[in-house]
């Protein structure tokens, strides 16, 4: 059971690329095979931190490449996106471009501030994905951006403000940070309480 995060993280990996390549081959129920895989990758996201937490493997290494698997999935999901409905995502470029520069960001303030990546996992980042889930959903299975696309662009903002508040208020480097509140609490020199299902 133990090196069962490690390997949900690696299929999640693998998951991304596979989906590229089934995307760039237009073949019946592609779209739909699509958004399982999509589900699929998200479901092992959310059990590689509860399985690594209960068996008790959830460490700093182990949480920081989750956070860079995270990212390099829904990148893949992104571009699958752009290869079954690039007009989307022309339409839509500019929040496109502000949530990539948004991202890019709570590296750049981390890296300087701390000298590596941040790996909060807060709470309005897990929101985020599930709004981002929804939006690609709508996306790829039915060519749809609409109001799902809108709520992912929305706490994808909020999202972020709450890690660039997160890296402000950390004395020093800490992964699983549920919100800003918390990091300024932490901050107080005050124990903070994490919920064993998110945070550990």
């Not at 893949?76 to 007009?87: A, H, K, S």
């Not at 520069?101 to 709570?106: Q, S």
């Not at 709520?151 to 800003?180: M, N, Q």
Request: hydrophobic share 55%.
């Amino acid at each position: 059971m133990k090196k069962v995060p490690l390997l949900l993280i690696a299929i999640r990996l693998l998951l991304g690329f596979v989906m590229i390549l089934i995307a760039n081959n237009n073949f019946a129920h592609v779209r739909m095979i699509l958004v399982s895989l999509m589900i699929f990758g998200l479901l092992t996201d959310i059990f590689d931190g509860i399985i690594a937490r209960k068996v008790g493997v959830s460490s700093e290494k182990l949480r920081r490449m989750d956070s860079q698997v995270d990212l390099v999935f829904w990148l893949c999901v992104g571009w699958c996106t752009w290869l079954l409905n690039p007009e989307i995502i022309i339409e839509h470029k500019y929040a496109i471009i502000s949530i990539f520069v948004m991202e890019g960001l709570t590296y750049v303030f981390s890296i300087l501030k701390f000298g590596k990546e941040t790996c909060t996992h807060a709470l309005l980042s897990k929101l985020w994905g599930i709004t981002l889930l929804v939006a690609f959903v709508s996306m790829i299975g039915f060519g749809h951006a609409g109001i799902p696309f809108f709520l992912a662009v929305f706490f994808g903002i909020v999202g972020h403000i709450d890690v660039y508040l997160i890296i402000y208020f950390l004395p020093k480097w800490t992964h699983d940070v549920p919100s800003s509140y918390h990091a300024y609490l932490i901050r107080e020199g005050k124990s903070i309480k994490r919920h064993k299902l998110f945070n550990g």
